[in-house]
T-cell receptor, first 112, second 113 residues
Framework: DAMVIQNPRYQVTQFGKPVTLSCSQT?????MYWYQQKSSQAPKLLFH???????NEADTPDNFQSRRPNTSFCFLDIRSPGLGDTAMYLC???????????FGSGTRLTVV | GNSVTQMEGPVTLSEEAFLTINCTYT??????LFWYVQYPGEGLQLLLK?????DKGSNKGFEATYRKETTSFHLEKGSVQVSDSAVYFC????????????FGQGTRLTINP
């Protein structure tokens, strides 16, 4: 089945140690999004790619970066994770900027 | 700006009870409206949507009607099951200008047998 796959499902990293989260899609969608969801809160958009065009939200910390080497893959890099970055990270795709979203199952990141 | 307000949770009901989760919105343009569901430890799944006024979205026994006059999109189900226990998010998206999906704060629903 076509889908959005996130790896790993669970990630524990040390304070300050760089970490990369992965998202892949078989839907051939043009747009890929990264959301951060802290405990008991709504998902918050960090950034998105429309094809190779990167769009950063104004309040996304500089600590967070993203790469999209091809249509299928998108990575979230956290350069120096802090304790406050502990959260669920959700990847989503849409065919275009008007299309519906398909979410992955998320990566739960714990910074210790 | 664009925002979504959901009824405060958590909500606890008995099996077969009637469910309503309130959702109201403010929007600078003409939004599409969505309900997403998140089961424990999982990502978000689209439950239903409506793209214009008076549209009714429905899925798995859940329904919501897009009410432009009251800027609301309340989620209802006539008889809930234990398997409906999850967090429910109301969301909107302004299509003009390709704006992002904006979520409400979520409502945690627990159904007891």
């Amino acid at each position: 089945d076509a889908m959005v796959i996130q790896n790993p499902r669970y990630q524990v990293t040390q304070f300050g140690k760089p970490v990369t989260l992965s998202c892949s899609q078989t839907l051939n969608h043009n747009v890929m999004y990264w959301y951060q969801q802290k405990s008991s809160q709504a998902p918050k958009l960090l950034f998105h790619y429309y094809d190779k065009d990167f769009n950063n939200e104004a309040d996304t910390p500089d600590n967070f970066q993203s790469r999209r080497p091809n249509t299928s893959f998108c990575f979230l890099d956290i350069r120096s994770p802090g304790l406050g970055d502990t959260a669920m990270y959700l990847c989503a795709t849409s065919r275009d900027r008007q299309g519906g979203y398909t979410f992955g199952s998320g990566t739960r990141l714990t910074v210790v | 700006g664009n925002s979504v307000t959901q009824m405060e949770g958590p909500v606890t009901l008995s099996e077969e009870a009637f469910l309503t989760i309130n959702c109201t919105y403010t929007a600078t343009g003409y939004p599409s409206l969505f309900w997403y569901v998140q089961y424990p430890g999982e990502g978000l799944q689209l439950l239903l949507k409506a793209t214009k006024a008076d549209d009714k979205g429905s899925n798995k026994g859940f329904e919501a009607t897009y009410r432009k006059e009251t800027t609301s999109f309340h989620l209802e189900k006539g008889s809930v099951q234990v398997s409906d226990s999850a967090v429910y998010f109301c969301a909107l998206r302004i299509i003009q200008g390709a704006q992002k999906l904006v979520f409400g704060q979520g409502t945690r629903l627990t159904i007891n047998p």
